[in-house]
DNA sequence: AACAATGCTTCTATTTTCGTAGCACAACAA
DNA sequence: TTGTTGTGCTACGAAAATAGAAGCATTGTT
């Protein structure tokens, strides 16, 4: 259970933003997040956005994240709570920092 | 390796913000340069900032955000690059909102 | 009744991560 | 010269996380 105020993993402060880190530092978190940003999903739509990860996991993960209050679950399927799409939109500016760090890098497909 | 422009696990496209998410998605990462921001660090400074990562893993992360020319070596130790830099600047704001969570959460230690 | 879609669970296999131990090198001290 | 200390790592077995495929129960539709 990775939750603000918690020791986690590498840090027994319960720092929150350790917290955090130990959440979006397991796989999928993150993406998860992102992807529910225009909108509720379900549990194969989300699935598939992500590219097929395995429903074990993935549910493991929604569990995660329902705990933590960042998702909920409607009848349209998953969606971000209030908390959680405040996460996202705080997120956001990264997508400007990628592609500068793409081009950066130079990197050829 | 994980870098922009090349596919990445659940993701073909190559899209920047996804390569930077399968990056911070992999344990460690996000928190080993969240320890950079303040200044150079050894290796074995670093790892027991992490709380003692395994050198094995904390090595292999090491070369893999050297790769993605987020951090860079110096006589000083392990330091963030002006692009490592500026992704933790974009990440600031996060420390705000943790707080927030955590109170909105209200967990007890 | 048959079919399709949903939200999962279960299982085994592979990959990652952990944890301890230790090596090779450099700087310094005795 | 011989320690000792600090450094950046590598090696290796054990434990935990993730993947991938299969399938089940429920709901709704035809």
């Known amino acids: 259970m990775v939750l603000p105020n918690k020791p986690?993993?590498?840090s027994t402060s319960g720092v929150p933003i350790m917290a955090l880190f130990d959440?979006?530092?397991q796989r999928w978190n993150l993406r998860l997040m992102w992807e529910l940003r225009q909108g509720p999903k379900t549990f194969r739509g989300l699935q598939s956005a992500c590219g097929g990860v395995s429903p074990s996991v993935?549910?493991?993960r929604l569990k995660m994240l329902?705990?933590?209050?960042l998702i909920v679950q409607s009848d349209q399927g998953?969606?971000?709570s209030p908390l959680g799409a405040e996460l996202m939109d705080e997120l956001?500016?990264?997508r400007g920092?990628?592609?500068?760090w793409a081009s950066e890098i130079?990197?050829?497909a």
Chains 1, 2 share one sequence.
């Open 23 to 25: 959440l979006l530092g």
């Open 8 to 10: 986690v993993r590498g």
């Open 97 to 100: 920092w990628a592609k500068k």
């Open 106 to 108: 130079g990197t050829k």
């Open 58 to 60: 993935m549910n493991g």
């Open 78 to 80: 998953y969606t971000l």
């Open 66 to 69: 329902s705990e933590a209050k």
């Open 92 to 94: 956001d500016p990264l």
